[in-house]
């Protein structure tokens, strides 16, 4: 056992899922990032937590809307997922530019991924502030599974490329 730097031991906690958080801004038009750090909550009721970047337009707008989509893609929505994940919203219409198909949901403004292996529909449930992000726990009102298609998992970052697998 040796000791590293914490940000690298962080780095290899590896692999875990990656998502796409859907809110909706005031126009009702959806937008939405790329998420790494999230985690199942809690059961009766059923919660769903997502750590993002305070001032992020996405976390903003969550606040907001009071309402959020977190779509767990396969690896047919991995170039999505990077375009969602380095740009931002208040820049980009990155519904309009990736055309990612979508499906509405049944108690959200905020539409589903089309092509996700899972949606979640969540109301905002409560807001941490932790350092610089926000710990934004979702109550999960609906939950919707494609069988047989599979979730991508980021194996990290070599070269400024990322890497992720299907499992
Ligand atoms: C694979 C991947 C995982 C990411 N995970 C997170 C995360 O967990 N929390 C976060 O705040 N940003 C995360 N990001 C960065 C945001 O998605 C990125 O800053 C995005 O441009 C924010 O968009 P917005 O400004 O439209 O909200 C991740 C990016 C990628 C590519």
């Known amino acids: 056992m040796i000791e590293l730097e914490i ?16 809110t909706v801004d005031g126009r009702g038009s959806p937008t939405g ?7 199942k909550t809690n059961l009766n009721p059923p919660l769903y937590t997502i750590a993002l970047k305070t001032g992020s337009h996405t976390e903003e707008l969550i606040k907001k809307s009071q309402e959020f989509v977190i779509a767990f893609p396969s690896k047919l929505l991995e170039e999505e997922l990077v ?43 409560k807001t941490i502030t932790a350092a610089d992000h926000t ?8 939950a919707h599974h494609k069988p ?8 990290g970052r070599k070269d400024k490329e990322r890497y992720f697998k299907e499992l």
């Open 83 to 125: 375009y969602f994940g380095t740009r931002s919203g208040r820049e980009f219409d990155k519904f309009k530019e990736t055309k990612i198909k979508t499906r509405k949901s049944k108690n959200l403004q905020s539409p589903l991924l089309e092509e996700a292996t899972i949606n979640l529909e969540c109301f905002l449930y």
């Open 135 to 142: 710990i934004i726990i979702g109550r999960v009102v609906a």
């Open 7 to 22: 940000k690298e031991v962080f780095g290899k906690i590896r692999p875990h899922p990656v998502v796409f958080v859907i």
């Open 148 to 155: 047989g298609q599979k979730l991508l998992f980021t194996l």
């Open 33 to 39: 990032m790329a998420c790494g750090w999230h985690m």
